[in-house]
């Protein structure tokens, strides 16, 4: 009988970690990967050498510089500026306070990366040109925002009920900041609507849609699904009309339409219009995303409600909502990301936002042709908000667990 001879022992291979075993693996594995690997890095270092030496040997500034307070703020008067810096004051303090009593059960609230951004933040703000004349302020308030969310961190964890108050903080900052922008009351000089413009515009009519939309929107989604003929076949109507018609057309007749519908002589102000003309644009597509989050929770979460003695408000509000909404964070925040891109097309009615601000500047015959550098400074900032909306729902989704 043939014995076996066993094959001779050998050695596990090594566990090869670090930089070099990591780009030897995913960016070098073959003959195709690395000429694809050096073909994009040359594309990726010409493209940025270029878009360097653009931004500080070719470029001129001098367009963003000169009208920066133009393009932030539209036609409002200057001896009425610090309104502006109260209500970021305001906000910025609420937004450190809500980061440390959110993060409460985090052991290190200031992470490596956390800390790096804050430097990132206070270097830009004493570095970048645009922002020295501010300088102290804005160094400042970054001080601030980290100081308070340390406050609220310690508050948290002594008062975890101050979670539940966050909301209608913001809700009064809100107002605030309504009655900051316009004054009145006897307090305030007014400030007429006609010189509201600019950033503040921008993230004034974003916000706004965005809560009106988001109830108006639930609304609609429940009504698709309803029992009731009736309700299902309007919220069908509603929303297949709405997603048929471009959003300028909307705009356009919620400033030409809205007034035939009122009583003579009410005509609303051309900035309610618009965000009456945004929400009915918004909700009816943010209905969509919503009833896919409905959709998604298993028809056994709301047999086991109604076996408990759940009726079926409660039923919807305690159980099936919160995991609807909770699936549908990424298609709802895209739709929030859309409707803040979505305020650019205000400047052909009158309402000069951030970019009809711009376009503004640029007809300066002193600026003409100094397109690139106006737009470039804009698409940074509708970047920045736009990225910090989507860092926003991934920190949600994380901290809700969406994945289970």
Known sequence: MTSITPPAATRPPLAQTGPLAWARKHLFS???????????????????????????????????????????TGLYPQDQ????????????????????????????????????GIGAIAAAVILFPLTRPHSPILFGMVVLTVAIAWVGQQAGKRLPALSNWLTAGWFLVYLASIWLIG????????????????????????????????????????GRR????????????????????????????????????????IRPDRILRAIIALTIFSSAYLAENIRAGLQSVPRGQSEASVSL?????????????????????????????S??????????????ELLGMANTALSNPSYLGRYAEAYAFIGVLYWFFCYA?????RKIEKQLNTTH
């Open 30 to 72: 073959d003959w195709f990967n690395s000429i694809l690997t050096v073909v994009v890095a040359a594309v990726l270092l010409w493209s940025g050498w270029g878009l360097v030496t653009w931004i500080f040997s070719k470029a001129q500034w001098p367009v963003v510089e000169n009208n920066l307070g133009f393009m932030m």
């Open 81 to 116: 500026y610090w309104r502006m810096w109260v209500i970021m004051g305001l906000v910025l303090t609420l937004s450190g306070l809500s980061w440390g009593i959110l993060g409460r059960n985090q052991q290190h609230l200031f992470g490596r990366s956390v800390l790096i």
């Open 183 to 222: 004054g009145g009351l006897g307090i305030l000089e007014p400030v007429r609507t006609e010189n509201w413009g600019g950033l503040v515009l921008t993230l004034l009519m974003a916000v706004t849609g965005i809560a009106l939309c988001f109830p108006f929107g639930i609304a609609l989604a429940l």
């Open 226 to 265: 309803s029992d009731l003929p009736i309700v299902r076949s309007l919220s069908i109507a509603y929303i297949e009309l709405v997603r048929g018609v471009p959003l300028i057309t909307i705009l356009v007749m919620g400033q030409v339409m809205i007034p035939l519908f009122l009583p003579e002589g």
């Open 309 to 337: 003695g759940l009726n079926k408000p409660l039923t919807l509000i305690l159980i099936v909502l919160p995991q609807a909404l909770k699936t549908a964070i990424p298609a709802i925040v895209g739709q929030f990301i």
């Open 339 to 352: 409707l803040f891109q979505d305020t650019t097309l205000l400047a052909p009615l009158g309402l000069l």
């Open 389 to 393: 909306m989507a860092l926003g729902s």
